[in-house]
């Protein structure tokens, strides 16, 4: 199992810990669990780019079943898994890829190089003092989900 090679972090201590000390890198927490299809899709894709982006990127899992974590998962509105969401020195970052939310990336990656390609223009951006990005990816690559909304 790929989660064996990134940490995996289940407190609210140990992801508030890796935002903070995570410095002139950017850090990529994927909200999940490790039994779902798409979030070990996306495991394996993350555990294959690790190496390639370890100089400007760090890569966590974070369990979005532990009790601890659910201050996270209310705050970034995660619905959706796996959620990736990413920070660069503290900050939180975001990616205008087309859809409504640019907070996070909803799904899994279709390739390890549209990852790659997505953590590098945050870093791209982030080294620039933006704090929102342009998504790299052609449109036919980012996933694409209907937003519902109940009572309203």
Same mark, same amino acid.
């Given at each position: 199992?790929?989660?064996?090679?990134?940490?995996?972090?289940?407190?609210?201590? +140990?992801?508030?810990?890796?935002?903070? &000390?995570?410095? /002139?890198?950017? %850090? *990529?927490?994927?909200?999940?669990?490790?039994?779902? $299809?798409?979030?070990?899709?996306?495991?394996?894709?993350?555990?294959?780019?690790?190496?390639?982006?370890?100089?400007?990127?760090?890569?966590?899992?974070?369990?979005?079943?532990? +009790?601890?974590?659910?201050?996270?998962? &209310?705050?970034? /509105?995660?619905? %959706? *898994?796996?959620?990736?969401?990413?920070?660069?020195? $503290?900050?939180?970052?975001?990616?205008?890829?087309?859809?409504?939310?640019?907070?996070?990336?909803?799904?899994?990656?279709?390739?390890?190089?549209?990852?790659?390609?997505?953590? +590098?223009?945050?870093?791209?951006?982030?080294?620039?003092?933006?704090?929102?990005?342009?998504?790299?990816?052609?449109?036919?690559?980012?996933?694409?989900?209907?937003?519902?909304?109940?009572?309203?």
């Amino acid at each position: 199992m790929s989660s064996a090679l990134l940490p995996t972090l289940r407190r609210k201590r +140990e992801v508030d810990t890796a935002i903070r &000390d995570t410095l /002139d890198k950017v %850090l *990529v927490l994927r909200f999940g669990r490790a039994t779902d $299809a798409a979030c070990l899709h996306l495991d394996d894709i993350l555990a294959k780019s690790s190496w390639d982006i370890s100089k400007f990127a760090t890569v966590a899992f974070v369990d979005m079943d532990s +009790e601890e974590i659910q201050v996270y998962v &209310d705050y970034f /509105d995660i619905t %959706l *898994v796996p959620a990736t969401i990413f920070f660069f020195n $503290a900050h939180h970052m975001k990616m205008d890829s087309g859809t409504p939310d640019h907070t996070k990336w909803i799904g899994s990656f279709n390739r390890k190089q549209d990852f790659i390609d997505v953590v +590098e223009a945050i870093f791209r951006g982030a080294m620039k003092g933006k704090l929102i990005v342009s998504c790299p990816l052609p449109p036919e690559s980012i996933p694409r989900f209907q937003l519902l909304f109940k009572d309203v």
